[in-house]
């Protein structure tokens, strides 16, 4: 039953903040206190608080009489040429900051919660109470997207799938009224209740007990625990330290360079660090070394400046493509915590998950088809037209079927014992990516699809008659096949653990994808011919 009392409280939209552990003082939240007029909350309120005001001019906004309610004095005489103010509850020996105009300029950004919003939202929301998801794709982790309903719907509806994406900010229906008829965020909370000014300390010690909740893992949101995004100034200035200090020591085991977008490899001539340095074919930190000036007076800010210039073929000049610190990859240990780099932004990596998906890629089989080894910059096509001329491989890179009218390689090299195998030369996590997803699409159009099965059996009827029979006309046994991604990547026995953790996390579910329909999946190295 709806309590009649509470329907005819006025509705407050607030945006609240919890603030981090151990800060005793109101002030030391703030980014400068100075200019800012301060007001005591009421002891009549129950709890205690502060409210700051920052003078601008602007009109009388309309949540004065909201915070007037519980300020000591008049605020009307002093407000009249501000727009911006936070008020401090505390709570449950926590600091909650309200924020109020353009209030949230005010707060110290590396004093603030971080997930708090989306912790809370996921946990008073139901599984199928969802208007609003953010998130990123880890495949394409610069790529952000929101998706949005008209009525309450699950993560299925908004397209979200749980082993590929990472959730940013999120809005949903609570289950209970008090918190309103919606409520979103990700490190503010953003809600509109119905609620008078004494009773904001009963609801900080009610967001602070949903905050602390485990219901999400319940409610189907256990994946946002897997990877997240770091979006804590401090901690990402620790780890900007800790590369720093790798790269100025050449402690380089676990940082590589990667472009952070789509290459055309066939349009590339290479890349260099000053625009008039000659092009290495591949993006590589010895080159880096090698080509600017004094490196131990690295500094962050100055990798942060320092482009990368992409040589493109039958150009006299080169274009500056991105930051050197977007192209680099690192992956460290840092308060017992794994943190990832990639393409300029630090991710989290719950340290559970990450080991079982290296367990699951290091206990994948190769193929064995005695792949011989590529030679120093040569071209994936190149490669995969002279391993064709081995007995029971064929070459069908560039060799199209369509899929409702999307063409869709069937492989790279087929091999007569029924494997698709898929080349791809290591440079990138996008890379490999495209070469996961080039493998999983192709298994599912030749499983499901009758037209793309009778374009490849052509393909395969042009270079052996006999290979034919190896593409049913009906839907084939996928038991009878094997789907095996092969990468060009120099390394010994612990070549799988050196690839990158966002590549194995795109490998280990593409796999699992395909072993659930039926396929074998194996993964090939293929080694790389050392130059004398």
Not at 312 to 335: D, H, K, M, N
Not at 341 to 352: A, N, Q, R, V
Not at 411 to 419: H, V
């Amino acid at each position: 039953m709806v309590d009649s009392r509470r329907k005819s409280l006025p509705v407050q939209p607030l945006t609240v903040f919890l603030m981090k552990t151990g800060i005793a003082d109101y002030e030391d939240t703030l980014e400068d206190a100075g200019p800012l007029t301060k007001h005591a909350i009421k002891s009549s309120m129950g709890f205690p608080g502060a409210l700051y005001l920052a003078p601008q001019r602007r009109a009388v906004p309309k949540w004065l009489e909201f915070l007037q309610d519980g300020a000591k004095g008049s605020i009307e005489e002093r407000f009249n040429a501000s727009t911006s103010a936070v008020l401090f509850v505390r709570a449950a020996r926590r600091i909650f900051a309200f924020v109020f105009g353009y209030g949230r300029s005010l707060l110290d950004p590396r004093r603030i919660e971080r997930s708090f919003g989306l912790r809370v939202v996921i946990n008073a929301v139901d599984q199928n109470g969802l208007t609003s998801v953010d998130t990123k794709t880890v495949q394409e982790l610069t790529v952000h997207t929101r998706r949005q309903t008209s009525r309450r719907s699950g993560l299925s509806d908004f397209g979200v799938d749980k082993e590929e994406d990472i959730l940013g900010a999120v809005a949903g229906v609570p289950r209970d009224e008090k918190l309103g008829k919606r409520i979103s965020g990700l490190d503010a909370l953003r809600m509109s209740v119905p609620i008078v000014f004494r009773n904001l300390g009963g609801l900080c010690r009610n967001l602070l007990r949903i905050y602390r909740s485990a219901d999400y893992r319940k409610q189907g949101f256990e994946f946002v625990d897997h990877v997240r995004s770091v979006s804590d100034p401090t901690l990402k200035e620790a780890l900007d330290c800790r590369l720093l200090k790798a790269l100025v020591e050449k402690n380089l085991d676990s940082i590589h360079l990667a472009p952070p977008g789509i290459v055309d490899w066939e349009m590339v001539e290479g890349f260099s660090f000053v625009r008039k340095a000659d092009a290495d074919p591949d993006l590589r930190l010895s080159s880096f070394f090698e080509q600017i000036l004094r490196p131990d007076d690295l500094k962050i800010d100055r990798i942060k400046r320092q482009r990368v210039f992409v040589h493109l073929s039958g150009t006299t000049e080169p274009i500056a493509q991105w930051t050197f610190y977007r192209t680099l990859v690192a992956e460290f240990e840092c308060r017992s915590r794994r943190y990832v780099l990639s393409g300029g932004e630090w991710y989290e990596i719950d340290p559970m998950f990450a080991d079982a998906i290296r367990r699951k890629v290091q206990s994948m089989r190769p193929a064995r088809l005695g792949l011989p080894p590529a030679r120093p910059g040569e071209a994936e096509g190149a490669y995969n037209k002279r391993t064709s001329k081995r007995r029971g491989m064929y070459y069908l890179d560039r060799k199209f079927a369509r899929v409702d009218g999307d063409p869709i390689e069937f492989c790279d090299l087929y091999s007569s014992k029924r494997i698709f195998v898929h080349v791809k030369r290591w440079r990138a996590s996008s890379t490999l990516s495209h070469l996961f997803a080039q493998g999983r699409v192709s298994a599912e159009a030749f499983l499901f699809d009758a037209a793309f099965r009778r374009e490849a059996r052509e393909h395969l009827k042009r270079l052996a008659p006999s290979l034919a029979v190896h593409v049913p006309k009906g839907r084939p046994d996928p038991s009878g096949y094997t789907v095996a991604f092969a990468i060009i990547k120099e390394g010994g026995r612990g070549w799988k653990r050196s690839l990158p953790f966002f590549s194995q996390l795109q490998l280990a579910r593409t796999t699992e994808a395909l072993r659930r329909l039926g396929f074998e999946v194996r993964l090939e190295q293929i080694g790389v011919k050392k130059t004398r």
